[in-house]
């Protein structure tokens, strides 16, 4: 599958894909009032700004004109990690295509750019609770890194995310 980078004409899209992808994934994990207040508009002007600024990498799944999973990444946010550190900010596929190995495809994609770019290390938060995504990110190569969490904090909400990492190489 074909794996580009996002463009500004891609923002929407994007943006109906995160929401779609974390009403799916989350509805076991965020109550219902979270994921019902999530908007559209508002993810996409994030998207938007994301591409303008250029503060992350976005790659876009697309199949017959379809967008089926997004990724972004780039330097690590985390100031207790080395120097050397990436970070993917995030893997959001269509929940109609989950396990169809596009993920995996996004993932290493962006583990092999980053690689080249002479990362070290890559990192991934993922809520505690998401026991697929923990899956996932094991089956990629991650392992938690023992002690790294923090706390989501949103509407009365208070969820643990733990960190997972992974060493890149030039066979990332």
């Keep these: 599958m074909p794996i580009r980078p996002a463009t500004l004409d891609d923002v929407r899209a994007i943006a109906e894909l995160q929401v ?12 219902e009032q979270i994921l019902a207040a999530l908007s559209v508009d508002d993810r996409a002007a994030n ?6 600024d250029g503060t992350a990498e976005v ?5 017959n004109g379809s967008l089926l999973g997004i990724g972004s990444f780039g330097h690590s946010r985390d100031d207790d990690v080395p120097r050397h550190t990436a970070e993917v900010y995030a893997l959001y596929l269509d929940p109609s295509v989950w396990r169809r190995g596009i993920g995996r ?5 962006a583990a092999g ?7 070290e290390r890559l990192i991934v938060w993922v809520f505690e609770a998401n026991a697929a995504a923990r899956r996932f990110y094991e089956a990629m190569g991650c ?13 009365g909400c208070r969820l643990v995310e733990v960190r997972y990492v992974r060493a890149l190489n030039s066979a990332a």
Excluded: C, H, M, N
């Design 20 to 31: 779609v992808s974390w009403r799916a994934a989350y509805r076991d994990i965020l109550p």
């Design 47 to 52: 998207w938007r700004q994301l591409l303008i």
């Design 59 to 63: 790659r876009i799944a697309e199949e």
């Design 105 to 109: 495809q996004l993932w290493q994609s």
């Design 113 to 119: 750019e980053l690689a080249g770019r002479r990362f």
């Design 143 to 155: 392992i938690q890194d023992t002690g790294a969490s923090k706390l989501f904090e949103r509407d």
